[in-house]
């Protein structure tokens, strides 16, 4: 299994990046699938979750500004964030629910600059 994000990059805060993650290897239609952040010296926390069905949901801290989606004909997650903070400052991952350890991927870095 090869998990692959992008997307991130350096933003101004209010602004907007959409991450992307390929998947390999993967029972992906079957797998509930999520965005994962982290910072250093914390630990890692989920954001956002999409079942296999299609339902979601999200971290309190970024409901009604992200957005999960998945595409099972093409094995993709992607997260769409809108109106960024500097405290969405982190690298993302995206890895299947519940997480598998050797599935995380080298992730992306999203920066939001005040």
């Known amino acids: 299994v090869q998990l692959v994000e992008c997307g991130g990059g350096l933003v101004q805060a209010g602004g907007s990046l959409r991450l992307s993650c390929a998947t390999s290897?993967?029972?992906?239609?079957?797998?509930?699938m999520a965005w994962y952040r982290q910072v250093p010296g914390k630990q890692r926390e989920l954001v956002a979750l999409?079942?296999?069905?299609?339902?979601?949901n999200y971290a309190d801290s970024v409901k009604g500004r992200f957005t999960i989606s998945r595409d099972n004909n093409k094995n993709m997650v992607y997260l769409q964030m809108h109106s960024l903070k500097p405290e969405d400052t982190a690298v993302y991952y995206c890895?299947?629910?519940?997480?598998?350890?050797?599935?995380w991927g080298q992730g992306t870095q999203v920066t939001v600059s005040s």
């Open positions: 999409n079942t296999s069905g299609g339902r979601t």
């Open positions: 890895n299947r629910v519940p997480t598998v350890s050797h599935y």
């Open positions: 290897g993967l029972l992906f239609s079957v797998n509930a």
